[in-house]
């Protein structure tokens, strides 16, 4: 019978498996994979001592160790690659997006500190009659401009502390409740804006910002025409 023939059913193999779990992954990765125990795949395809690919979970550190060890037993017939090497635009995506969020940094600690340097000076513009009430009274020019110095760190201070506790509340916020959402629903594994706290980057960034709040403040206070003594 020619339909019979014609018909692609007789040429696929098929059988029924008992589901014992289920993952969800990334979209393109559920509708299109399943996992079996490697026997039961071999055995299913017909071929006993086939694999087309080998995942290996290693330590993060041995990493570039291991891809040597496994390159060189293996030889040119394998190609072995990282979880970041098999998925390239991933990894690019990522590192565009660190590189996006330290140039925004950037431009908002500039910001920050025109800010602080335009504070200070209006005060100091504010304050004349006061300065020089302040050295009639006998205070030395660099005692007076230690006080605006002092003015400009505690401000600088407020800001790391008020700003540290705002940012690490947000972050908590989003990491327990997940309201910023990835977008694509069903797209990936998470549904929401991943967050990891890391008490090392909050204080890298308050001590950034002290130091060049306090360099800001220096060069602000120690400018002898705002203080006509």
């Known amino acids: 019978n020619e339909k019979n023939i014609l018909n692609a059913n007789n040429f696929i193999k098929t059988k ?8 969800s992954s990334q979209v393109e990765i559920d509708n299109s994979s399943i996992i079996l125990d490697i026997n039961t795949l071999r055995d299913f ?20 160790n291991i891809k040597h060890q496994l390159i060189v037993a293996l030889g ?3 190609v072995v690659k990282n979880r970041i090497e098999q998925r390239p635009f991933v990894n690019k995506m990522i590192r565009t997006e660190k590189l996006v969020v330290y140039i925004i940094f950037i431009f908002i600690l500039l910001i920050s ?23 009639s009274l006998g205070f030395s020019l660099q005692r007076i401009q230690n006080i605006f110095l002092y003015v400009g760190v505690i401000v600088t201070m407020t800001g790391v502390l008020l700003g540290s506790f ?13 309201w910023i959402k990835l977008g694509s629903e069903g ?43």
Do not use: W
Request: glycine residues 6%.
């Open 16 to 23: 029924s498996f008992y589901a014992t779990g289920v993952f």
């Open 45 to 64: 395809v017909g071929l006993s001592r086939y694999c087309s690919a080998l995942d290996i979970s290693i330590d993060k550190h041995d990493q570039k």
């Open 76 to 78: 040119d017939k394998f």
């Open 113 to 135: 500190m025109f800010s602080l340097f335009g504070t200070l000076v209006v005060l100091l513009m504010e304050k004349q009659n006061d300065i020089q009430v302040l050295s």
């Open 166 to 178: 705002v940012g690490f509340l947000l972050c908590f916020l989003q990491y327990k409740f997940g």
């Open 187 to 229: 797209g990936f594994f998470i549904e929401s804006y991943p967050i990891k706290i890391n008490f090392t980057d909050i204080i890298l960034i308050q001590i950034i910002v002290f130091f060049l709040g306090f360099v800001t403040s220096y060069f602000v206070s120690r400018q002898k025409r705002f203080f006509p003594i």
